[in-house]
């Protein structure tokens, strides 16, 4: 499971350096107000996050301590399990000038690798994320989802292809589903009560259904469905794609669908 994740994860930011090599600093990303240089600093910090999260987890695991220690960058010193029991994982702001980005963003995954390779086997070991301990399984779909979906938006930005790397799918899939509430928390309106959402796409499925009150597993047919090809639909799901756009298909109701991530906004 980890070695999986680390090819991925790895695969994902090593594309997203080549992406930016050339790319202007001031090209506008996707991402509403985000230009290129916003992207690669939040990707610093998000990747710092990550590899701070394992860190943490192996100086707290038996006979992780030196492992942890060793799994530090340049980023800081490993602290001992005793001083770090309650603290919770954070990324580091990259405030350098440009010229110092490239290397920070690989000194960054450089870490990230390492604290992957020192994570311990243990699926159920629970990861310090500041919005609280996430299963190591469930943080490794995390951090592919991440990688994945950031490489995404930079190559959207410069012009090439934005399709989700392979085998990432299913981890982007399981993450949108499982911080769909949490999404919706953030949101300033709901669809009427009973209104059930269906993603699907070739191979990943995501829904849910508002009942009023809170977000939960559907318990009728679906008032929409989206659909198309997985790309299409992750990159629907997550605010990346119009739902009005050629790759997606819309069944039921259309005005509801268009407010898809008024419902549901972020990541």
Do not use: C
Not at 151 to 177: E, F, K, M, Y
């Amino acid at each position: 499971m980890n070695d999986d994740a680390t090819s991925l994860i790895g695969r994902d930011w090593a594309s997203f350096l080549d992406l930016l090599d050339g790319a202007g600093w001031e090209t506008p990303t996707r991402l509403e107000g985000w230009s290129v240089e916003d992207l690669a600093r939040h990707v610093h910090w998000g990747m710092t996050l990550e590899a701070d999260a394992l860190e943490l987890l192996a100086a707290r695991s038996v006979g992780g301590a030196a492992a942890a220690a060793g799994a530090v960058g340049q980023a800081g010193e490993a602290a001992g399990p005793a001083g770090e029991a309650s603290r919770v994982a954070r990324g580091e702001p990259l405030e350098a000038p440009r010229e110092q980005i490239v290397p920070a963003l690989r000194s960054a995954r450089a870490r990230l690798l390492r604290a992957l390779a020192a994570a311990p086997s243990d699926p159920a070991a629970p990861v310090p994320m500041p919005y609280g301990d996430m299963p190591l399984a469930f943080a490794l779909q995390i951090f592919v989802m991440e990688a994945a979906v950031h490489r995404s938006d930079l190559a959207h930005a410069v012009g090439v292809d934005d399709r989700l790397g392979p085998g990432t799918h299913a981890a982007a899939a399981s993450v949108l589903q499982a911080f769909w509430p949490v999404l919706a928390a953030d949101a300033t309106a709901v669809p009427p009560a009973g209104t059930g959402f269906l993603l699907r796409g070739a191979s990943v499925s995501i829904e849910a259904e508002y009942d009023g009150a809170a977000w939960a597993a559907p318990t009728g047919p679906h008032a929409v469905v989206i659909s198309g090809d997985d790309d299409a639909v992750l990159l629907a799901g997550y605010g990346r794609l119009p739902v009005e756009a050629a790759r997606v298909r819309i069944a039921g109701d259309v005005a509801l669908a268009r407010r898809l991530k008024e419902y549901v906004p972020g990541p």
